[in-house]
């Protein structure tokens, strides 16, 4: 699709990978791909809604429309709209690709919110299109009521995509039914440098079929091309069914551009003719702040990923950006770091937010694995870890600098997820089986990928003194999501007792693992 064009797919740019009768059950209905100005009609939203960033009291609704539109979001307090509240949002068009936010403010806490966008002509605003609907809940104000999330990450892997045969990306079907309060996606919400072919054969002889368009033909390079990655994953049914119930709070990593890239990074990869990260990471990031509602991305707020939502009493979630900020991948020798993993400036905002905090728990939606040693080629690394076993040398410089400071203030109720690694493991933090010991103990819990290629296992270091309970990983790379088990983590916290409990799921639902929490202590 041309950029600028406000519609869906057309003819040419859906290519040929499944059966027109299967691509049916997960393409939305789109006009054909002429000109937005030229259609006639009134503005529709097939690609559904999203909320994001929900607080005790606010919202951001993201929307997108087949041409340019006014959007207009309402709310109430039940599917009748009786009473309903409207909110004025902006004229979307061509800027951000046809997609638009509205932020919701005074909103009443701790109460389910339905909510439907209109699109209407910015002529002619009696000419609407019609009403897309969606619910969610607020957090509340007081702690005595519970608390569901889910997180997970890695969607459309190593080419493998929407799979028609499969039913699509069934495990938000899977996360959807059990009704959480919000969904945590820890990062590769796409794949721009992994291209979605029409099939692959599996090792046994069976074929993986992919629906596919055109920009996901090839890696993502130009605007249009980042567009349509993001754009991609919400032809799936499962997920914009998933988003009109379940509010997100998104964070990326290195596949919304490319694998393992850092800033100031020259590409050494054939498949492209814009070979800087700079400038590919801020196509990125545009396309990604226009994908998804995230209020730190507004241009208002400074245009950053990392932020702290704020989920009533019970819960902080201190989204981490560990991409945009980090240093160059090297051998992680250094015995000076101060950029490190997160930058001097994020590390300082993250020590004073958590010393802020006055939530009973504080999850660190991290992006990266602190103890996997995740390599980058035959020298370098990606992660925190380097596999010395030894005192904390160049990023894990800047990790011990951050648990020390939360052991000496006696920040309470941490607790790290993450994604990035393609399995779900478990592991336990503590200073006597550590290199560096200036810390409280603490959890870190594993899972993924939503629906990408599954990978084995990865050593642990040493440094933070690491010990693993539970980990299920396939024992070769690349595995598809129809040999291997995709997963997702859930966490409850009991409003009365305030425990955390968390369970490693995986695809159907099967608990894997679970540990609980108690609440009001430095270390576990």
Not at 302 to 330: E, K, Q, W
Request: proline fraction near 7%; glycine fraction near 10%.
């Amino acid at each position: 699709m041309a950029q600028g064009s406000g519609g869906g797919f057309g003819r040419r740019s859906l290519l040929q990978g499944a059966a027109a009768g299967s691509v049916a059950l997960a393409l939305p209905t789109l006009s054909c791909a002429a000109p937005a100005q030229a259609r006639s009609g009134r503005p529709s939203a097939d690609w559904g809604v999203q909320v994001g960033d929900v607080t005790t009291s606010s919202g951001l609704v993201w929307v997108r429309s087949d041409r340019p539109a006014r959007m207009v979001v309402q709310t109430a307090a039940t599917e009748s709209f009786r009473g309903a509240r409207s909110w004025r949002g902006p004229v979307i068009g061509p800027d951000t690709d046809f997609t638009g936010l509205t932020s919701m403010h005074g909103l009443p806490s701790g109460e389910q919110i339905h909510y439907r966008v209109l699109l209407a002509d910015p002529d002619d605003p009696r000419r609407t299109g019609e009403p897309v609907s969606g619910t969610f809940r607020t957090a509340p104000t007081g702690r005595r009521a519970d608390l569901r999330f889910h997180w997970s990450g890695d969607l459309a892997g190593q080419g493998w995509g929407i799979n028609p045969d499969r039913g699509g990306y069934r495990i938000y079907e899977d996360m959807r039914r059990r009704n959480p309060d919000f969904f945590l996606c820890s990062g590769d919400n796409i794949y721009a440098d992994s291209p979605i072919p029409e099939r692959v054969t599996l090792p046994d002889g069976r074929v993986w079929r992919n629906v596919t368009t055109e920009e996901k033909s090839k890696v993502a390079e130009t605007l249009a091309e980042f567009r349509g990655a993001f754009r991609y994953n919400l032809l799936d049914d499962h997920l914009r069914r998933f988003n009109a119930q379940v509010p997100t709070i998104t964070q990326w990593d290195d596949h919304e551009v490319h694998n393992n890239w850092y800033p100031g990074q020259l590409l050494d990869d054939d498949r492209y003719t814009e070979k800087d990260t700079d400038v590919l990471s801020a196509r990125s990031l545009r396309a990604f702040s226009e994908y998804f509602p995230i209020r730190t991305l507004r241009p208002d707020r400074g245009g950053r990923v990392y932020r702290v939502v704020r989920h009533g009493p019970l819960l902080d979630v201190f989204v981490l950006d560990m991409r945009r900020y980090r240093n160059a991948n090297s051998p992680g020798r250094q015995t000076d770091d101060p950029q490190g993993i997160l930058g001097a400036e994020q590390l300082r905002w993250l020590k004073r937010e958590l010393s802020r905090s006055q939530a009973v728990w504080k999850v660190i939606a991290s992006d990266m694995p602190l103890g996997l040693v995740v390599p980058d080629g035959k020298t370098d690394f990606e992660a925190v870890a380097q596999g010395d076993p030894g005192a904390p040398l160049g990023r894990e410089l800047q990790m011990a600098e951050l648990l020390r400071h939360i052991k000496h203030d006696r920040i309470t109720g941490t607790v790290w997820l993450t994604t990035d690694v393609h399995y779900t493991s478990a592991q336990h933090y503590a200073p006597e089986r550590a290199a560096f010991k200036d810390f409280e103990p603490f959890w870190e819990f594993v899972s993924g990928p939503l629906n990408a290629g599954g990978f084995q296992a990865l050593k642990l270091d040493g440094t933070f003194g690491p010990a693993q309970p539970f980990i299920k990983a396939p024992d070769r790379a690349n595995t598809s999501p129809a040999e291997s088990p995709q997963y997702f983590g859930e966490v409850d916290i009991d409003g009365g007792s305030g425990e955390l409990t968390v369970r490693l799921r995986q695809e159907g639902g099967q608990v894997l693992f679970s540990k609980v929490l108690q609440p009001g202590r430095v270390g576990q």
